[in-house]
């Protein structure tokens, strides 16, 4: 009986560079036709399902909470029975036996959401950003699963040089008005590249940016406008339009809501280049908005 083997080649769009691949092989159950996979997660074993259609990784409140991952921000998400909110959180790794991929955001969603296809706990869903960073092979026959890694060229993801921060890995750069803002690359998720903060106000601007690959701006429209509303109570639309904005087609969405018990004005600016999402995000109180609005075009368009 000869064996099945479907390879997967599942790469990222980052260059690589010429060395010597890695391998490893794991063992694999299959459930309901689902590929189910141990790996390490922080150093912690769980099983998680291999979910090529993915964008992000999932794993579950009941793993984010014996973690101890701190929620960084809110989304909202469509689930099995609907709409459903979730928090992103920053992990530390993943590890296939000594394969590992580091520093990625991820998203929580509840335990019983994850293992309602299942019947039984399961502990996440491997996504494109872990997976993309492999070639993997699938034999079905003999319940294994080969990753192999290849080294990839080492770009810096943040660099400031006077008044113009940039980001090799992910290909962007953008400005400071003046002086009067500083940037901080100290940021909490991966995603987020750098915070743009004004002195002596409440108004910063964060640049962020995602591989995102086969859907176009018009097709995740709907899915920013469902997010929103999670971030922020007493969530309130003032605007949303596709403009072409210095040169580009950009979604910019304007809104209000209370953050931390404080009420704030807010304005996005999502496009797409090169199979990355670029976010900025700018916001400070609603008695400051207005006047900051020239200072926020201006960082958003030199991006």
């Known amino acids: 009986m000869k064996i099945i083997v479907v390879t997967l080649i599942i790469l990222s769009s980052l260059a690589l560079a010429p060395g010597q691949p890695q391998s490893t092989t ?5 459930r309901l036709n689902l590929i189910v996979a141990t790996v390490g ?5 769980e099983k998680f399902i291999l979910d090529t259609g993915a964008s992000h990784t999932v794993i579950s409140d009941k793993l984010a909470q014996e973690l101890g991952l701190e929620e960084v921000e809110k989304s909202r998400a469509r ?13 530390d790794s993943f590890a296939i036996n000594n394969l590992v991929v580091r520093d ?19 502990s996440g869903v491997l996504g494109y950003n872990v997976l993309s960073q492999f070639t993997i092979t699938i034999d079905y026959k003999a319940r294994q699963l080969t990753f192999t890694q290849y080294e990839e060229e080492e770009l810096e993801t ?33 995603d987020m ?17 995602r591989e995102l690959h086969g859907i176009e701006l018009k097709d995740l429209a709907p899915i920013l406008d469902m997010s929103l509303p999670a971030q922020v109570e007493n969530y309130e639309n ?34 797409k ?11 400070a109180d609603d008695a400051e908005f207005d006047s900051l609005i020239p200072e926020f075009n201006e960082i958003a368009n030199s991006v």
């Not at 794991?26 to 299959?30: D, V």
């Not at 997660?41 to 074993?45: C, E, K, Q, S, T």
Request: with cysteine; net charge negative.
């Open 79 to 91: 689930g099995a029975g609907g709409e459903i909110d979730v928090a992103i959180v920053r992990v």
């Open 104 to 122: 990625l955001s991820c998203t929580v969603a509840g335990s019983e959401e994850m293992s309602c296809m299942l019947g039984e706990d399961i």
């Open 41 to 45: 997660i922080n150093g912690v074993p």
């Open 273 to 283: 280049l090169n199979e990355n999402l670029y976010t900025i995000k700018c916001a």
């Open 238 to 271: 003032i605007s949303a339009a596709t403009k072409t904005i210095a040169g580009r087609e950009c979604y910019v969405v304007d809104y209000k809501g209370k953050k931390d018990g404080v009420d704030k004005s807010f304005r996005l600016h999502s496009f």
């Open 158 to 190: 943040a660099v400031v040089s006077g008044d113009q921060f940039s980001s090799p890995k992910f290909k962007v750069t953008c400005e400071r008005p003046n002086q009067t803002w500083d940037f901080n690359t100290e940021t909490p998720l991966p």
């Open 193 to 209: 590249l750098v915070i743009l903060e004004k002195q002596g106000t409440s108004a910063h601007v964060t640049v962020s940016a």
């Open 26 to 30: 794991i063992a694999m159950e299959l």
